[in-house]
């Protein structure tokens, strides 16, 4: 079964430093992965998705997340942490067979000033 | 363009009751998918609609759970009686092709 495990329940950061959210993931074949963020009392949102097209992907709001396959990691990184980024973020694999996304347990990011 | 829209965003019911909880997926969508978060956990795949068709509901957890989608526009899920587990965060989701797109989610609390 495909999985994704993701190393840290929470990472706190200070304002303007980068952000690193870890995940490695289980799979026989190449996935294709997936980033989401949900912002408190608001719904999840698509952060950015990796579909073997390229190793990088950058996603929305300076997010980006860079598939190592040697590793089975796909971290999640910003250069730069704004008080905006605060929220929990899941990642999330789609197995090869059916449409069920699976994932993981949730980062929550803690932006302090 | 409208997003996935749920209704209601809360509900609190006594244990035994029923709820009826809605999804309005993105129009156009024929994938319609139903998850669910109970505290602590991960967030779990109930079940998966292509149009009106149930594609895959191996994750619906007893029958006391049932999802339609009658015309293969909105969808339902209503629990029947509802347990104190059942509480937990229902989210709804819909696609076209690979990217799912989620909606804020209802809140239940069964007491």
């Known amino acids: 079964a495909q999985s994704v495990t993701q190393l840290d329940s929470h990472v706190s950061v200070s304002e303007g430093t980068p952000v690193l959210l870890r995940c490695n993931y289980s799979?026989?074949?190449?996935?294709?992965l997936f980033w989401y963020v949900q912002h408190p009392n608001k719904g999840l949102q698509l952060l950015l998705k990796y579909t073997s097209a390229a190793t990088l992907v950058k996603g929305i709001n300076g997010f980006e997340a860079e598939f190592k396959k040697s590793e089975t990691s796909f971290h999640l990184t910003k250069p730069s942490a704004h008080m905006s980024d605060a929220a929990e973020y899941f990642c999330v694999v789609r197995p090869n067979s059916g449409y069920a996304l699976n994932f993981g347990k949730g980062t929550s990011l803690l932006v302090t000033p | 363009e409208a997003g996935v829209t749920q209704f209601p965003s809360h509900s609190v019911i006594e244990k035994g009751q029923t709820v009826t909880l809605r999804c309005d997926p993105i129009s156009g969508h024929d994938n319609l998918y139903w998850y669910r978060r109970v505290m602590g956990k991960e967030i779990k795949f109930l079940l998966h609609f292509v149009k009106e068709s149930k594609q895959d509901e191996s994750g619906m957890p007893n029958n006391r759970f049932l999802a339609e989608r009658t015309g293969g526009t909105y969808s339902t899920l209503k629990v029947q009686p509802a347990e104190l587990e059942d509480s937990g965060v229902y989210f709804c989701a819909s696609s076209l092709g690979e990217t799912q797109y989620f909606g804020p989610g209802t809140r239940l609390l069964v007491l």
């Open positions: 799979s026989s074949y190449s996935p294709s």
